[in-house]
């Protein structure tokens, strides 16, 4: 009998082993998660920045100038034309994904927007900039204007006056 008692349970080598497999799982799982979270964090700042920019675009459009906006605050804050005329949302964010903030000014003919990207991985997900007829960051195929700043890239919808509106 005391034989069989003994082969009842798992052994501390067989436990041991599990654990192993279980870490070694999760650790894979953990990274892949990281990997499509960071990228979902940096296509919501660039879709932010789109939002913005389509707003500043709309604003020329009904106004034929941008407003005068010296920061990225002025433009998302509920007092900003562009919330109170409906051209972008009004919860905004002033932060980027990464807690970093967004960076922005507009005048008379031309406006520019950026956000620092993901500081952890700036070779694949660098700045972020758009601009009258220009919107950089993302990757091949993205971001590139036609020469003299004019055209949009493909996907960009409604890229603002041409040249800046000069």
Same mark, same amino acid.
């Given at each position: 009998m005391g034989n069989r008692q003994r082969q009842r349970g798992f052994s501390l080598m067989e436990l041991l082993i599990a654990l192993m497999i279980i870490g070694i799982i999760a650790t894979l799982g953990i990274k892949g998660y990281q990997k499509y979270s960071d990228a979902a964090r940096y296509e919501k700042a660039?879709?932010?920045?789109k939002v913005v920019g389509e707003g500043l675009d709309q604003f020329y459009l009904a106004n034929g100038r941008y407003p005068d906006l010296t920061t990225w605050d002025a433009m998302v804050s509920a007092?900003? +034309?562009l919330v109170q005329k409906n051209m972008i949302p009004a919860d905004?964010? %002033?932060?980027? +994904?990464w807690g970093t903030p967004y960076e922005g000014?507009?005048?008379k003919g031309d406006y520019l927007l950026k956000c620092a990207g993901d500081p952890h991985n700036p070779e694949e997900r660098g700045e972020i900039t758009r601009a009258p007829g220009r919107f950089s960051g993302g990757g091949a195929g993205q971001g590139a204007a036609a020469p003299g700043g004019q055209g %949009? +890239? %493909?996907g960009d919808k409604n890229p603002g006056p %041409?040249?800046?509106?000069k």
């Open positions: 660039r879709y932010t920045i007092g900003s +034309p905004t964010p %002033a932060l980027d +994904p000014k507009s005048g %949009a +890239p %493909a %041409a040249g800046g509106g």
